[in-house]
């Protein structure tokens, strides 16, 4: 009994720690190790999104919210992936966003009009 409550305390431990160091060591890296952390950090993050670029889900990493309208945002980058490209680089991912979406024309109108302006 007392094994069992080490070993789930251990494990619970573990997963914690774990997250804390991949959002520090996340902050600062390339695109490849971003991939990594994505890959490594998926299996432990159910229920998260992640960006369409590197992979990494939304717990370990901050994504960029693209304000559409006054009231309506959009989000399908992390925050270092959206700095590393231009407007026009980042409007594929967006793209996949609105099909993935199902959106009408006049939603994908606005977002694609506000990551050309560079939201
Ligand atoms: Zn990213």
Not at 4 to 26: P, R
Not at 27 to 32: A, D, F, P, R
Not at 83 to 108: F, G
Request: hydrophobic share 40%; net charge neutral; proline share 3%.
């Amino acid at each position: 009994m007392e094994t069992t409550i080490i070993i789930i305390l251990l494990v619970v431990g573990f997963l914690i720690i774990g997250n804390i160091c991949l959002k520090k060591v996340c902050n600062s890296i390339g695109l490849q190790e971003r991939k990594v952390a994505g890959f490594i950090a998926a299996p432990f993050s159910s229920g998260y999104g992640s960006c369409g670029r590197c992979g990494r889900t939304w717990n370990i990493c901050k994504f960029h919210s693209t304000m559409y309208s006054e009231t309506d945002g959009c989000f399908t980058l992390c925050e270092d992936c959206w700095l590393d490209l231009s407007p026009d680089e980042r409007l594929p991912y967006y793209k996949n966003l609105m099909n993935e979406w199902n959106a009408d024309s006049a939603k994908r109108a606005s977002v694609y009009l506000a990551v050309s302006q560079g939201k």
